[in-house]
């Protein structure tokens, strides 16, 4: 697996980011013959670059859902532009609208000059239904069960011969530990798991108001779901975009001493399951 966007809400180019990268939500698993993408942010414009110097092939996407951060580099994607492409595309449905209507509308007129039709691959859709399995072939199957996040989101789990990635991003903790973070991250090789805030900026602790209800988590909750699902490694993602390197490094040590095996994702980093 490959991180080609890892930041949070919005993309945060800039000298005080350049190590841990400016790009959104965007992850690949290639396994075997299968490519996965997992949301399409800004990273998915270089994942493409790549894409389109290769002969034409199929993929399969699933959004965790279709704020900002996770669809605008989608319009860029170049191999959508290209007829021979197949994409086969996941997600939910939200309260108005389906993922096929969100992923147009955003490159309707006058915000975007071509049109989600005038995308020359072969675009297929799917809506995702809670704790529905996807069988993609040759033992991969992908499942998602809804988060906790203002206006739905999916987590999913990607499986193949007894190797689980679990993907949990823009979700934010409860009182209890959330049963559906557990349940795809069960004994997982890798949770990727939102860790936006630092415990602090979530709750001050002093009466002050925090990111209590933003949809967001924090690395320490990461780290105890990571202990309790039996998970392998923590990726730390979705970085906040008022968080530059030394931030996130430090949330990195932070997370060390409560879950030794993690790391936080850093768009470039490659994970050998
Ligand atoms: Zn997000
Ligand atoms: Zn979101």
Redesign the pocket.
Known sequence: MRFWGVR??IPTPGPDTVEVGGN??CVEVDIGERLIILDGGTGIRLLGQRLVAEPPRAATLFFSHV?W??IQGFPFFAPAFVPGFRFDIYGGKNLSSTLSETLAGQMNFPNFPVTLDQMASTMVFHQFDDGRLVDLGGGVSVRGLMLNHPDGVYGYRIEHEGRALAYC??TEHRDQPDAHVLELAAGADILIYDAQYLPEEYDPGDGRPGKQGWGHSTYAVGAELARLAGARRLVLF?HDPGHDDETVALMERRCRDLFPASVAAREGLVIDI
Request: hydrophobic share 0%; glycine share 10%; net charge negative.
């Open positions: 949070g809400s959104t939500s704020h951060d996770h991003t823009d979705h």
